[in-house]
């Protein structure tokens, strides 16, 4: 109440001054309301493009995971590690007679072998 009497008793050429640094002051309170939410939907943008980065490279691990996991499970397959087996196991055996030899060489178990 004394703030009201205050300005009721404020002399009536002052009362223009203050109206207008009042508006002035509103003003640059606007401005700063204003600039604080283009800042705010700057960094809303940016975490959004954050999130879609992060999306695409999740997506990403996971179809490199899904490449790696697959080759694995093709390599350890049974029907392919017995072909494999047995693929190796023939070279072994024919490996000396390839190179023109005859005679001594060894089996799968590494004992010499005559033929």
Do not use: F, W
Not at 47 to 58: C, H, N, Y
Not at 91 to 105: E, I, L, P, Q
Request: proline letters at 3%.
């Amino acid at each position: 109440m004394a703030g009201q009497l205050r300005l009721m008793d404020a002399d009536p050429d002052t009362a223009p001054d203050e109206i207008a640094a009042l508006k002035a002051a509103l003003a640059v309170e606007r401005a700063k309301g204003l600039e604080i939410a283009a800042e705010l939907a700057v960094a809303r943008a940016k975490a959004s493009e954050d999130e879609a980065l992060i999306a695409q490279q999740k997506l990403q691990i996971a179809k490199l995971k899904h490449q790696i996991y697959e080759q694995r499970s093709e390599r350890s397959s049974p029907d392919r590690a017995a072909g494999a087996d047995v693929r190796r196991a023939g070279s072994k055996r024919h490996r000396g007679r390839a190179c023109g030899r005859t005679g001594g060489g060894q089996n799968d178990d590494g004992a010499r072998i005559y033929t």
